[in-house]
């Protein structure tokens, strides 16, 4: 099993050759940390499964994989604005990636909605572009 970022379809291959299948999953915390899982003799490479059983994914009209399943979380604690923020109200979770689904239901991660992060402690870090001295 191979997560928390897409594997490159090169190493993904690679192992292939060698008769090593790798199964790539997607999941975050909120969704009880797994949605889709490639299952045996179903690789594409590049793509990270179908939804387990129970699961329904969607993608949104800006491209964002959302997921729905009875492994959603509930909302989070003493936070009613974030909730509403990462549960659209037809209970499917925006997880701030982007991606598509293809034929056979199978997902892939392309970017993020929003190509900012957070540190540990909560906060957006600046980035300053550097200027070259004239």
Request: glycine letters at 12%; a positive charge; aromatic letters at 6%.
């Amino acid at each position: 099993m191979t997560g928390s970022a897409p594997t490159p379809p090169e190493l993904v291959d690679w192992y292939a050759s060698l008769g090593i299948e790798l199964h790539d999953i997607y999941a975050m915390t909120e969704n009880a940390a797994v949605s889709h899982c490639v299952r045996p003799g179903r690789r594409r490479s590049g793509w990270a499964g179908t939804p387990l059983p129970g699961v329904v994914c969607r993608i949104s009209s800006e491209s964002e994989i959302l997921v729905k399943s009875p492994g959603t979380m509930l909302g989070y604690y003493k936070a009613s604005h974030l909730t509403r923020e990462a549960i659209d109200a037809d209970g499917f979770l925006r997880t701030g990636d982007r991606g598509e689904v293809d034929a056979e239901g199978r997902i892939r991660v392309s970017g993020r909605v929003k190509e900012q992060f957070k540190t540990s402690k909560g906060k957006y870090p600046c980035v300053r572009a550097s200027v070259a001295p004239g």
